[in-house]
């Protein structure tokens, strides 16, 4: 899968402890856009990714794959774990002529994906 990544650049403890910028900050305003100091410049990558059931791990909300990044983005690896928050759906359906209730997972729209998935990045930042 071609990708647009943001390499996370790495800060030591200390200076993140000492960077005055503080915490990261969404706005989705073009006109008024907030860089978020952790991330570097954006380059042209490819993820490859196991998207068999076996591989994918899932929480409530939020849907984990490992894979791998021709460039690495947090470190000098090319490991990767890519995310994907999402809602359930609890749907009326006729399985066998038997009416059964089931649990669909939907995908948040882009930006509710971008504001969970940036906050966890922050705080991955300082893990």
Known sequence: MHV???PVEHRSWAELLDD????CKVVSDKMNPVVNWFLGEPKDAMLHLDLSESKQKKSRFKLA????????LVGMTNDICTKQTYYVKE???????TFVERSF???HDRRRQFQNLTMEIACLVWA
Do not use: D
């Open 105 to 107: 997972n939907i995908p």
């Open 4 to 6: 647009l990544v943001y």
């Open 65 to 72: 794959v490992l894979g791998s990044c021709t460039v690495p």
């Open 20 to 23: 005055a910028r503080g915490p």
């Open 91 to 97: 749907k009326v359906i006729n399985e066998k002529e």
